[in-house]
């Protein structure tokens, strides 16, 4: 990889900016492109004097050249509830026209590529737990749908550049990952979890906490992601952790982990909140030797840090 050069787009975000560390680690030479609106500066912060990584601010809705690169990945958008609500047409605008902007990068400089997908493509699963070959059941109307289609629309670009323009493309399809750098006001349920529990406010657990989730610590997911870059499957792979937890233990773990004795407070639950979520990721363990290792409580305690320093300030 010494010298190659590798576009992140979203690089400023919670996943993108831990891809930029494993792509130096690796080797490669980054540019990051991401407008900064959900992403953070302060995620790069410590990459600044790093004569090998170059950040541009630029919405990546708009074409851009940012030179030759060797390869493209495609991880801008928002993608907690609360931001993707809050920034709703951009969202779909990035999943479009910013997945179109990024795919002719990779095809003008014959450039590899890797999207960041998401299990929100499977909606709602009826089926459990999720394989790639499910369609999904998503709600076309709802109020993830700015998020859901966007991602949907995400996978139907990229297999259409790859099999149109044969770009050698590939789709990773991402479950609930947390970890350092996770925004404490991204509304998602570690960082609100860590937030009130190390404020000794009440966890809100939304609904009755019986829905499920399978939580990935960072460094597995991005584990994943180098893996499948390196690969040469073009249709999707979950990377995810198949550990499934009920939203109540995983309140349960925070309390645990953090010490804290905040109670739970239960409040209304979202409309379209998925009841259940786990990948199947037999795909990802045969084609790309992965697993996940950093079970829930050991990455909760190893992004407690984090979590202290955040709420400090
Ligand atoms: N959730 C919760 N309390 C919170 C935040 C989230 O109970 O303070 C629930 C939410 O309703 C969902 C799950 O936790 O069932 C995961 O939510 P998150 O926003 O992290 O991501 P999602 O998987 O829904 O995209």
Known sequence: MSGQRA???????FLGSHLCDALLAEGWNVIVIDNLLTGRRA?????AKDSRFEFVEKDICEPFD?????YVFHFASPASPV????????????????????????????AKYLVSSTSEC?????????????WGNVNSIGPRSVYDEA???????????????KVDTRIARIFNTYGPRMQLNDGRVVPNFMKQALRGEDLTVYGDGSQTRSFCYVSDEIDGFTRLAKSGEHLPVNIGNPNEFTILECAQRVLKVTGSRSKIRYEALPPDDPKQRRPDITKARELLGWEPKIDL???LRMSL????SAVAQ
């Not at 840090?305 to 202290?308: R, V």
């Open 83 to 110: 931001d993707y609500t809050q920034h709703g047409i951009e969202t779909l605008q990035v999943g479009s026209l910013g997945t179109f902007h990024a795919l002719d990068i990779a095809r003008k400089y014959n």
């Open 7 to 13: 576009l992140v787009t979203g690089g400023a975000g």
């Open 43 to 47: 995620n790069l912060a410590h990459l």
């Open 151 to 165: 991602k949907r629309f995400t996978e139907a670009v990229t297999m259409a550049y790859h099999r149109y323009h």
């Open 305 to 308: 840090e984090y979590f202290k």
């Open 297 to 299: 409580e050991t990455g």
């Open 122 to 134: 499977y909606g709602d699963p009826l089926e459990h737990p999720q394989k790639e070959t499910y």
């Open 66 to 70: 940012v030179g030759r690169v060797d």
